[in-house]
């Protein structure tokens, strides 16, 4: 048996658990209904179709259930698709759990919110230091949990700890190199400019997005954060506002979600340093999922490109 749908082909047999990410309804042009689901493992997503469903199936076959489907991996337009031949709820002496099905980060809870708080250690201006830690505090748990996004970059459970964390590396060694910069304010830009994705978005197994999120996003939820949380420290002054600037800009770009451009150096440095982490997380696996001398699938986060791997060996 396989491990993981990732490593399935065209033509493969499936017998196995998966998790359910999604489901919808859909009717056939003759009329018949049928389920579309999105299943998924730690390796990740297959689309497959339960043909002729019944009512009972919608009610049963539901996000976040685990199921055992024994099938066939197929193609439809270009991309697999599970061919479906029996699918049932699993059982509890089936030992299985929505844990085993969610992709995580690659280093632990534990890890990511010791590092988190050793660049907090570091801080030296009070007022930054109090409201990062406030916060971090308050959203701690959340924080060790929610990926950074539903799609795309740092998808994966503890992927928002396990991004900030990859870019206070990167913000570290920039400082060093550019020493003219304010570290406090990067590392607190670094920590906070995507905190407020555990109110955009519904959590870690079937991630979406949530009222909030869709009416507000995850930018004005944490500027309007930052200022509660200073207002409730008693904490006034310019880094209040520069910081707020900081999550305000650092998508860079209207067209890319940022309501103001980055007008202070560490917002232009925030910004970059943001898009290094989620694009080269985006890459690495995407990468990792082909061969060397194959191209992936086109990444839209990356302009709707396809990158190659490099079919020579490093030396």
């Known amino acids: 048996m396989k491990q993981g749908i990732e490593h399935y082909s065209v033509g493969d047999a499936f017998d196995d658990f998966i998790l359910i990410k999604s489901a919808s309804r859909g009717i056939t042009s003759n009329g018949k209904p049928f389920l579309t ?40 337009r270009g991309k697999p698709q599970l061919k479906i031949f029996s699918i049932r709820l699993s059982q509890p002496t089936d030992n299985v759990q929505v844990a085993d099905f969610i992709e995580k980060a690659p280093v632990a809870p534990e890890t990511l919110m010791e590092r988190l708080t050793s660049a907090i250690f570091e801080m030296t201006n009070p007022s930054l230091q109090r409201i990062v830690r406030a916060l971090v505090k308050k959203y701690q748990e959340s924080l060790l949990s929610y990926p950074a996004a539903a799609r795309h970059h740092h998808a994966y459970a503890s992927g928002l700890a396990h991004h900030t964390v990859s870019m206070l590396a990167v913000a570290k060694d920039l400082h060093d190199l550019y ?9 607190a830009g670094v920590i906070l400019h995507d905190m407020g994705k555990i109110k955009e978005l519904s959590g870690m197994v079937t991630t979406s997005y949530t009222l909030e999120g869709k009416l507000l996003g995850h930018i004005p939820i944490m500027v309007e954060e930052i200022g509660l949380m200073a207002k409730e420290l008693e904490i006034e002054g310019e880094e209040v506002l520069i ?9 860079g770009k209207a067209e890319w979600g940022s309501p103001k451009m980055p007008l202070i150096r560490e917002a232009e440095l925030l910004h970059l340093i943001d898009l290094i982490d989620a694009r080269m997380n985006t890459l690495n696996r995407a990468l990792d999922k082909v061969e060397p001398g194959e191209f992936t699938e086109r990444l839209f986060g990356l302009d709707n490109r396809a990158f190659y791997k490099p079919a020579f060996e490093e030396k």
Request: aromatic share 6%; charged share 30%.
């Open 243 to 251: 910081l707020q600037h900081l999550i305000l800009s650092h998508h």
């Open 179 to 187: 020493p003219q910069t304010n570290k406090d304010l990067l590392y």
């Open 37 to 76: 689901l999105i299943l998924r493992d730690t390796t990740g997503e297959i689309e497959a179709k339960l043909w002729d469903s019944t009512k009972e199936d919608e009610d049963i076959f539901l996000p976040e259930q685990i199921v055992r489907i024994s099938g066939e991996i197929n193609q439809f």
